[in-house]
């Protein structure tokens, strides 16, 4: 696409490019901060080093991410379109993926990131259909234990399009933080547990969904049913979700369930 200014050109196909590069770098460092660096014998992705603070390198592997100057470039290329111009409209969608791709490089931290919020903020406001920001919004969010905010977000990446598991895992994971009174908080854990059901039903492989799912029966075993059946779908949740790529997030707290679950279902020690 050629602008006014022949100086400034706007190429989809360098841009698709670009997108799927990064897109692909992001996913291959999130997959490793939540499932793969569990897994015995398992490579970091190509660039990051094999010792050190995760947190500190995946800041800098951050920093390198949304530093790339093509960046900069077709967000240059972006406003030189006209407000009436043919295409315009597709600039705002690429605009809101570039903040997208930014906002998910600076959230690959472990902890809350002030940049990675104001760029997927940027992301969904100018592409309101993005599910890919809102997800990492919610997520962002939830590092700042706005759990309010994390729950608008998910819920947002649930409804922009068809189902998808990491929204529905995002409210069942925050709906159990929620809740004014007993009576809300039993509310919100029964559907926590559809919601990680649902998760389950749309890849039956995918290990973090069972490993959410276990923790949504664990939970729902205390808070509202106290139904033994309920402790044993979790060990089986949670023993589905071992044999996948992903092995938990935190290994120890599953073995923890585990053992907790055995001894609750015990006939000698009952909870």
């Not at 972006?78 to 597709?90: P, R, T």
Request: proline share 2%.
């Amino acid at each position: 696409m050629m602008t006014d200014d022949a100086t400034v050109t706007f190429q989809q196909d360098e841009f698709d490019a670009f997108a799927k590069e990064a897109s692909a770098r992001v996913e291959s460092l999130e997959r490793f901060r939540d499932n793969d660096r569990f897994v015995q014998g398992a490579k970091p992705p190509a660039g990051l080093p094999t010792s050190g603070d995760l947190d500190v390198l995946l800041k800098q592997e951050a920093a390198k991410l949304a530093s790339d100057t093509r960046i900069d470039k077709f967000m240059q290329a972006c406003f030189y379109y006209h407000a009436d111009e043919k295409g315009s409209a597709d600039m705002l969608k690429v605009r809101a993926l570039l903040h997208c791709l930014v906002g998910r490089a600076h959230n690959l931290t472990l902890t809350y990131s002030p940049v990675a919020e104001e760029n997927l903020e940027k992301a969904v406001k100018l592409d309101p259909s993005l599910v890919e920001g809102w997800n990492a919004l919610g997520e962002c969010c939830w590092k700042k234990a706005d759990y309010n905010a994390s729950k608008f977000c998910f819920e947002n990446g649930l409804n922009m399009g068809k189902q998808n598991k990491v929204s529905l895992r995002g409210l069942a994971m925050v709906l159990r933080q929620l809740g004014k009174d007993e009576a809300e908080k039993q509310a919100n854990h029964k559907q926590s547990l559809i919601f990680a059901k649902q998760a389950v039903a749309l890849d039956m492989d995918d290990g973090q969904s069972w490993y959410l799912y276990g923790n949504s029966l664990l939970t729902s075993f205390f808070v509202n049913t106290f139904d033994y059946s309920d402790l044993n779908n979790a060990m089986k949740a949670y023993q589905k979700a071992v044999p996948s790529a992903f092995t938990s997030t935190l290994n120890a707290h599953r073995k923890l369930k585990e053992s907790t679950t055995r001894i609750c279902t015990s006939t000698e020690h009952r909870c």
